[in-house]
């Protein structure tokens, strides 16, 4: 098995194995351990704000039971984000996308924000995000999604902005996906990755292959091995190179 250069591996959540996913903490954590990539996660809200935030409902990393499109900021802008991980990590606050795009250019780290869109508002969360980007540089930021739909009405908004797709199969329209959408990347599953046993179909149609989630040496050191281009991991510092 052989390990990972730094160019080969994104930051899942942030260190998130160790660290409460998605916050500042576990952003730091990645960078420090060497890692210049992070995959988050970007919900809206009631008042629109953007968030960095996962489910589609609070209860498993915040306390409540509220779907989070029916939340506002003010009652979510001082909630503890950390103490479900460790009691160590209590008085760990939620990040605005606004927060996780200033730490990311500060830090000289690449982002890739993948949208949740809770099965509803895709062409308004498409609106508010293009329209909330416009400000920032775009260089190191890759927009990602399961949704399609959004993806498209994204692409209308932000025609330059770098965009992904995000698969558990294999996806049925290529055209699509290079042509209307101008993908740069596909976001694949790795255990499907693995049963294909081979990435080219994808390189040929000139899509970048990130494989997501893998927690192990073994079959990262594989999915590389058949031409995965990134990994998505949890645990990036159990992967890395460090010579």
Same mark, same amino acid.
């Given at each position: 098995?052989?390990q ?17 996913e ?58 503890d ?14 990040l ?21 869109? /809770? ?47 995000? /698969? ?10 290079t ?23 994808? /390189? ?30 949890d645990?990036p ?7």
């Amino acid at each position: 098995m052989t390990q990972l250069f730094r160019e080969q591996i994104i930051a899942h959540r942030g260190l998130s194995d160790s660290y409460p996913e998605n916050t500042l903490v576990a952003f730091e954590a990645a960078k420090n351990a060497g890692v210049d990539w992070i995959e988050t996660d970007i919900s809206m809200l009631k008042d629109e704000e953007l968030i960095v935030f996962h489910d589609e409902a609070l209860g498993r990393t915040v306390s409540g039971k509220k779907n989070i499109s029916d939340c506002v900021w003010a009652e979510l802008a001082n909630a503890d984000a950390g103490i479900w991980k460790d009691e160590k990590y209590t008085g760990e606050k939620l990040l605005r996308l606004f927060d996780a795009l200033s730490w990311a250019e500060k830090n000289d780290v690449t982002l890739i924000l993948e949208m949740k869109c /809770h099965g509803a508002r895709q062409t308004r969360l498409a609106e508010v995000m293009a329209s909330f980007l416009s400000a920032w540089q775009k260089e190191q930021l890759i927009i990602s999604s399961f949704d399609i739909d959004f993806l498209y009405q994204f692409r209308k908004a932000a025609p330059k902005m770098r965009l992904a797709s995000i /698969h558990n199969s294999m996806p049925k329209d290529f055209e699509y996906l290079t042509g209307t959408l101008g993908l740069e990347a596909v976001h694949l599953e790795s255990d499907f990755v693995l049963s294909k046993g081979s990435v080219q179909e994808f /390189h040929n149609q000139g899509l970048d292959v990130r494989a997501w989630t893998v927690n192990d040496l073994q079959t990262a050191s594989a999915l590389i091995a058949i031409g995965v281009d990134m990994v998505m991991s949890d645990c990036p510092q159990a992967l890395l190179c460090r010579s």
